[in-house]
């Protein structure tokens, strides 16, 4: 297409690994669009994330202090880059570094840097540890979830629940414990990596499904599209997966964005119990899928889309989307020459 | 007995059957899909049967029992209506 706007966007969740980050997906919508002539900037906390090594993809890439740097440290670092690269929108790609960019948000606004990103109350609305209450607020069904902060804690809320029960970290990670030893070794491996609290949550025996969706901060959900996983990794990430025709999903996601006003990209996570057939929240992430993809290939290309809200841009709501579309995911050894990993290395660019 | 398929459930001319409100696929034989294409608008399983027995060399009892159980793989794979 002609006339494509140029636009200069940076991307962070460059891990395209066994548990991927959602980056290269977004960035592969991002490249199909056909409004804009994409520079893409990636955002790199590990010097080993495949992304920064897809030349075909990744126009420039940046590594950046982790989230537990702190603020100060972030500003500062996308500071310096903003002054290089002239960053027009960032897509914030994992949980854990979202608080992080709510707090940077009026201060990255001032450098001309734009983001559809929730904020800070939506954000903590739907934390795992907050599932109960959120539940209850947007009249949802959610299996019971307790949090626990210490092995004490987890052995007495234990006795509440029956066997078997997910023991899930409060950003990443979620494993089935058949009996308390399981929990407990859970709760340390867990904890050790991401950090208290852990979230104790009932066991729904049923089918998993997801939905991708975009909401425009205003209360309009921009597209959505629902997916069953059709196959799983040894860690529960979806390697297969084909979108489907639920209204009751798509619904179910139209009420929460409508209601919370959400901005940005996000996905569902729902259980539909074999029993009763009833839908269960099981959690919302703030951001979008490493299945994004999907959503492109179904004919909405949600993180084009993301970018013109951000810039304000007109933007009509899609509807329609294909049904029976698959994604199967595969490995792919890079040949990579050593200079890159050495110029990330020693200068944190390349 | 009266029954019909779920509404959107796509069959094609190979055997291969979509839900595509849960994603679930399925292979069937030449005679599979046509059962399931009767079953497209609500239809009686004699009426089923009496077409079967008219296009192959099967006598009435074990057309029922065949068609007994493939009605009920159906509904064991959640593609016929309440």
């Known amino acids: 297409m002609k006339n494509k706007k140029d636009i200069t966007v940076a991307v962070t969740g460059l891990n395209a690994i066994d548990s991927p980050g959602p980056g290269v997906a977004v960035i592969r919508g991002l490249k199909e669009s056909d409004f804009y002539n994409v520079k ?39 500071t310096y880059i903003q002054a290089k690269e002239k960053i027009d929108v960032i897509i914030p790609n994992f949980d854990a570094e979202l608080m992080t960019f709510i707090k940077l948000k009026p201060h990255l606004n001032k450098i001309g840097i734009h983001l559809l990103i929730p904020t800070k109350e939506q954000f903590e609305e739907r934390l795992k540890g907050n599932l109960n209450e959120f539940g209850k607020k947007h009249d949802i069904k959610v299996p019971q979830s307790e949090s626990v902060y210490s092995i004490n804690e987890l052995e007495d809320a234990l006795e509440e629940f029956d066997y078997p029960v997910v023991i899930k970290g409060k950003f990443y990670d979620a494993y089935v414990a058949h009996s308390i030893n399981d929990a407990k070794d859970y709760f340390f491996k867990i904890s050790a990596k991401w950090g208290a609290p852990i979230i104790i949550q009932e066991f729904i025996k ?96 949600h993180p084009e889309m993301l970018v013109k809200l951000a810039m304000n841009e007109e933007v009509k709501p899609l509807k329609k989307y294909d049904v029976g579309k698959m994604f199967i995911r595969y490995s792919y050894d890079m040949i990579c020459d050593l200079d890159k990993y050495e110029q990330i290395s020693i200068h944190g660019e390349v | 007995m009266f029954m019909k398929l779920k509404k959107n459930i796509a069959i094609s001319e190979s055997g291969f059957v979509f839900n595509p409100e849960i994603g679930t696929s399925f292979t069937t034989n030449s005679l599979g899909v046509a059962i399931l294409k009767q079953l497209k608008t609500k239809t009686s399983t004699e009426e089923i049967t009496s077409s079967i027995i008219k296009s192959y060399d099967v006598d009435s009892i074990t057309c029922e029992k065949d068609l007994e159980d493939f009605i009920r793989i159906l509904e064991q794979f959640n593609l016929i209506e309440d």
């Open chain 1, 206 to 301: 049923g089918h998993e499904f997801n939905v991708t969706a975009l909401g425009d901060g205003k209360g309009v959900m921009m597209g959505a599209v629902p997916m069953r996983k059709t196959f799983l990794t040894d860690k529960g990430k979806a390697w297969a997966g084909i979108s489907i025709d639920d209204p009751k999903l798509l619904k179910m996601t139209n009420d929460f964005i409508t209601k919370s006003k959400w901005g940005g990209g996000l996905e569902i996570e729902l259980m539909k119990e074999d029993k009763s057939g009833d839908l269960f929240l099981l959690e919302i992430n703030p951001r979008f899928p490493a299945w994004v993809y999907l959503a492109v290939g179904c004919g909405q290309n």
């Open chain 1, 40 to 78: 893409i900037v990636g955002l790199a906390y590990e010097i080993l994330e495949p992304g920064i090594y897809m030349d075909e993809l990744v126009d420039k890439v940046y590594q950046i202090p982790i989230p537990s740097s702190g603020f100060d440290a972030m500003l500062e670092r996308l």
